[in-house]
């Protein structure tokens, strides 16, 4: 398993997929951008680490990982961990951005209220849902993840279907989401403020499937690759 | 140890193409050339060996360990190149290796470096940097350091000039030298087996014509041109070809004493070259007009 972590970071993982997950947590500085469409941007590193570098299928990453004296099972698991590595990094960043994306938002409401214009045109509930943000990002990512790694690893060559559907699935999401996050804000005034017992309950239930859904992902996954023929 | 690779009756059906009963062992010390045409099903049986195909039926076992069941214990010692395909061309041989080491229980780095030296390999050049027999000088490498007793390669002259094909095959004979190693390199340039292979597996459409030594296949037929095209002599012909002013052809060694004491008839050893194309001629029947 240690060498096959030490592939997915020396070999497979692109240094854009390290720039995509650096740079767009950024986006949570940006004012009144919905905050959960940020999560999406994560999903555009799966091309190009599953595709193995930028010499693209040329790299046969899959091959080479399957050619070594490895289980495939532990092939799967390790590059499920580096994809949850790469979720977990994006999120802590966003998170440590948020205040930041806040204090903006507060000075910029501020300095338009004191000059007598209309304060910016930013919903409130953008940063009042953290805690809700956070639970839709895990289910977010553990959902995308079982629908790409369950469409790649079933010919070992699908990236473009997966990448489609996972981003289709995770827009859909945020639609959702989004049409659900006032009636959440409404009820749950958060963001460490009040009722933060009910928002970790979710935090913890979202976990909860989160991991249920990875585990999903890993068992039907190494499944379907131990049914590929090369 | 008897058998470093033991083949038993594999079989493998695609929708336009079967693996029949493929069998053929390797013994510890020698290099088999696995020959046949385009298609034949060499490559088919090579990633058969290495699990990268499910196979529908027969057993195979690397050092006596059937491969199902130690997959991983066997792939330490075992080194594989697939033809024409090459990992991360765009890293160098250095950060390859790096990775590579750290699959291998046995790997040895300053090895590796010592044959980089001696293969003339430079460490930072990128994989899609070096030329076709460089990678497989550099597959031969990776093989060798992780002490593989058995190197399985698929088509690795193919595509190399002259030189860089002797030199292969050079270092072929270097590796076996020692008696505890052995391998197995799938070819259509028959050529390349005439002074470096040991044994032979013959595959014609997916089943397999001929395994043994060498020598033995090449001492089973001598090459027949008959300059009074004889047609009596035809029924005796293995398979031949009807030129303008003479046939030629492979006949069993059999039937040696139809052809003797002619002076219309030359009669020599042939080369792997030779039989393995009247061989074909005889199995392919089908013809077209142009």
Sequence with gaps: ?230 | MNNVLKVSNLTKTYPNFKLVDVSFEIKPGSIMGFIGRNGSGKTTTLKSIMNLIHYDSGDIAAFDKEMKDYELENKQRIGFTLSEIHYYPNKTIKQLSEVTSKFYRNFDMNKFKELCKFFGLDTSKKIEQLSSGMKVKYSLAIALCHNAELLILDEPTSGLDPVSRDEILDIFKQIVKSGDKAILFSTHITSDLDNCASDITYIHDGKIIYTGKKDSFINSYFYVKDNSKNVDLEKYFVSYKINDNYHEGIISSSDISHFENNDNIIIKTPDLEQIMVFLERKNNNESFTL
């Design chain 1, 1 to 230: 398993m240690k060498a096959l972590l030490y592939k997915e970071f020396r070999l497979a993982l692109h240094p854009l997929c390290y720039l995509f997950i650096i740079l767009f947590p950024l986006m949570a500085l940006i004012p009144s951008y919905p905050l959960c469409i940020s999560f999406i941007y994560v999903l555009c590193a799966y091309p190009i680490l599953f595709l193995g570098a930028n010499k693209g299928q040329q790299s046969n990453d899959l091959l080479f990982s399957t050619l070594m004296p490895v289980r495939k099972k532990d092939i799967v698991l390790a590059r499920l961990i580096t994809v949850t590595i790469l979720q977990v990094v994006f999120t802590v960043l966003f998170l440590c951005l948020l205040p930041f994306g806040k204090l903006i938002y507060d000075s910029l409401n501020q300095s338009a209220l004191s000059s007598g214009e209309t304060p910016p045109r930013i919903p409130g509930f953008s940063y009042d849902a953290a805690v809700s943000l956070l639970s839709f990002a895990f289910i977010g990512f553990a959902l995308t993840d079982l629908l790409f790694f369950t469409i790649y690893y079933k010919n070992g060559k699908s990236i473009v279907l997966s990448s489609l559907l996972s981003i289709l699935t995770f827009s859909v999401l945020v639609i959702v989401f989004t049409l659900l996050l006032p009636e959440i804000s409404n009820q749950y005034k958060v963001f460490f403020t009040n009722n933060l017992g009910y928002q970790f309950l979710f935090l913890a239930i979202s976990l909860l499937m989160c991991g249920l859904l990875k585990f999903l992902t890993y068992k039907s996954s190494f499944n379907l690759l131990e049914k590929v023929d090369f």
